[in-house]
């Protein structure tokens, strides 16, 4: 099995930064590409960033020139970093990955638990 955990998120200002880290463990052979979502209060999980395997990079067009994507292969690990933070980009940030399995020979689609970024003053 594969688990993702991620990390780095708290409470910030409008205007202030933060970097997510999310990492992939367990029974891994080749991890696909790697996506943050996010998930605000009544809202559904919509998409954020994503990142495949040869480092190509796609955005949900309310982060453009904000936020960056990006990972570490050799870790396992995405990364997002958040720029210019806004009030709307309150949410619950999830990590997934699509993971090919060293021991089962399967791909799975993980998801991580989720952590939390508040933009407030």
């Known amino acids: 099995q594969v688990q993702l955990v991620e990390s780095g998120g708290g409470l910030v200002q409008p205007g202030g930064s933060l970097r997510l880290s999310c990492a992939a463990s367990?029974?891994?052979?080749?991890?696909?590409?790697m996506d943050w979502y996010r998930q605000a209060p009544g809202k559904q999980r919509e998409f954020v960033a994503g990142?495949?395997?040869?480092?190509?990079?796609k955005y949900a067009d309310s982060v453009k020139g904000r936020f960056t994507i990006s990972r570490d292969n050799a870790k396992n690990t995405v990364y997002l970093q958040m720029n210019s933070l806004k009030p709307e980009d309150t949410a619950v940030y999830y990590c997934?990955?699509?993971?090919?399995?060293?021991?089962?020979?399967?791909?799975?689609?993980?998801w991580g638990q989720g952590t939390q970024v508040t933009v407030s003053s």
């Open positions: 997934n990955a699509g993971v090919w399995e060293r021991d089962s020979g399967l791909y799975s689609n993980t």
């Open positions: 367990g029974s891994i052979f080749r991890i696909n590409a």
């Open positions: 990142i495949n395997s040869s480092g190509n990079t």
